[in-house]
């Protein structure tokens, strides 16, 4: 009777504790579900995040459709997915979420592995968070490493997963993303780091911009070579590891040189035009369109500058040995063709070709006398030479007031 009185209370304290477990977390549930609805009260709406435009940069072409310049707050270029290497997107994901499109936002075995890869490397190899939770946090939180934060970046990865497809998902990560060197999605990032088209990008070049993701400016190859070969390494052997690509295609993308470009895409200042670029910036597209859209709006503005005939005029003012300016303009249109107002921009913004107003002097005379002789005066027919005075008050003057009367 003791044996079984004892395993009586035995079981009734297990019981005890097993309800109490069972209310601590219901407590906890309903403390954490409540926590978390109160911040999504604060968090953009299925509506607002539908409606979300990203920063574009504006692009200024020349007649033929060359850049001259780009004008950004983030320096970005939206591609399709379509238009993007297999090799950049195969990389990516290997990297960043290989279970991308099985999960719906959040990867609670990726958090796992994660963890355990990071703990035996003893590095950050690998990070938790999912391109969903990442395109999240990079469009509407900051960077802080809170819990706060990281309960708001699951919400809107939960809303994300419901409102957008996959495929639309990781379009919008790969245009969005950071990629050092301030260059914003994947456009502007292989033309940075390579100086091409982003659908042209091969495997060792692709693995070498996926591995800068976590650290773009720690992982650069233009600054780290070591530290992004590293990486480089990790992203061929991920794609191994999942079945992507051959051990024979990672010992060749290891080995295969890459070549990085200086190549930089034109801005305000860094551009073959940049008196004319900032002619029509501050005359023309700031006053219509206002800021915000001329520096996020992804305008694309066709000029009637000629790159060709600009390379020349910039040529011809650079030989002066004093200050000058030049504008060749197309009699029959009125139309620019090159613009240069000073031999360096980034010593003087000073647009001499339309900021300096300065008396033509004679060099007028023909353009009066070509006026003159287009509404039939004849070279024979006689004028006086003498002040006038005109109902508005201006009276213009010979130089130094001398006047010859009675003349042809």
């Not at 399709?80 to 195969?90: D, G, N, Q």
């Not at 910039?314 to 249109?333: F, M, R, W």
Request: glycine share 8%.
């Amino acid at each position: 009777m003791k044996k079984t009185d004892k395993d009586a209370r035995k079981g009734q304290f297990a019981l005890i504790v097993i309800y109490g477990l069972l209310f601590l977390f219901s407590i906890l549930f309903i403390v954490g579900a409540g926590w978390a609805l109160k911040l999504s009260f604060d968090l953009p709406s299925s509506e607002e995040l539908i409606a979300f435009d990203p920063s574009l940069s504006t692009v200024i072409y020349d007649r033929n459709g060359k850049e001259i310049a780009r004008l950004f707050k983030e320096n970005r270029t939206w591609v399709s997915l379509e238009k993007i290497s297999p090799w950049l997107i195969k990389a990516v994901l290997a990297a960043e979420d290989d279970n991308f499109y099985d999960h719906r936002g959040i990867d609670i075995k990726g958090i796992i592995r994660a963890a355990w890869v990071n703990l035996t490397k003893r590095g950050t190899f690998q990070g938790g968070s999912t391109i969903t939770q990442q395109l999240a946090r990079n469009l509407f939180l900051s960077r802080e490493k809170t819990l706060e934060r990281k309960m708001k970046e699951v919400i809107l990865a939960y809303r994300m997963e419901r409102l957008y497809s996959k495929d639309q998902i990781l379009e919008m990560y790969l245009n969005t993303v950071y990629w050092g060197h301030g260059t914003y999605g994947i456009y502007a990032a292989s033309y940075n780091y390579f100086g091409k088209d982003p659908l042209t990008l091969t495997l060792p070049e692709a693995a070498m911009l996926a591995g800068l993701l976590p650290g773009p400016e720690y992982y650069t190859p233009l600054r780290h070579p070591d530290r992004a070969k590293v990486r480089q390494s990790y992203v061929l052997r991920r794609m191994e590891e999942l079945g992507l690509i051959a051990s024979e295609d990672v010992e060749r993308a290891l080995e295969t040189e890459l070549s990085f470009t200086k190549k930089r895409q034109p801005t305000l200042n860094e551009n073959p035009a940049p008196y004319f670029v900032s002619y029509v910036l501050f005359n023309h597209l700031l006053p219509k369109y206002g800021p915000e859209i001329v520096y996020q709006g992804g305008l694309k503005i066709y000029t009637t500058l000629d790159l060709e005939l600009q390379k020349a005029a910039q040529s011809a003012v650079s030989k002066l040995k004093s200050e000058g300016a030049l504008v060749a303009i197309d009699p029959n249109t009125g139309e620019i063709l090159a613009m240069v107002g000073g031999k360096d921009f980034d010593k003087s913004k000073f647009n001499r070709a339309v900021q300096a107003y300065r008396e033509p002097g004679s060099a007028f005379k023909p353009i009066v006398y070509t006026a003159a002789l287009s509404k039939g005066i004849r070279p024979v027919d006689r004028a006086l030479d003498a002040p006038l005075s005109f109902p508005n008050g201006w009276q213009p003057t010979n130089y130094g007031d001398k006047y010859s009367g009675e003349c042809t």
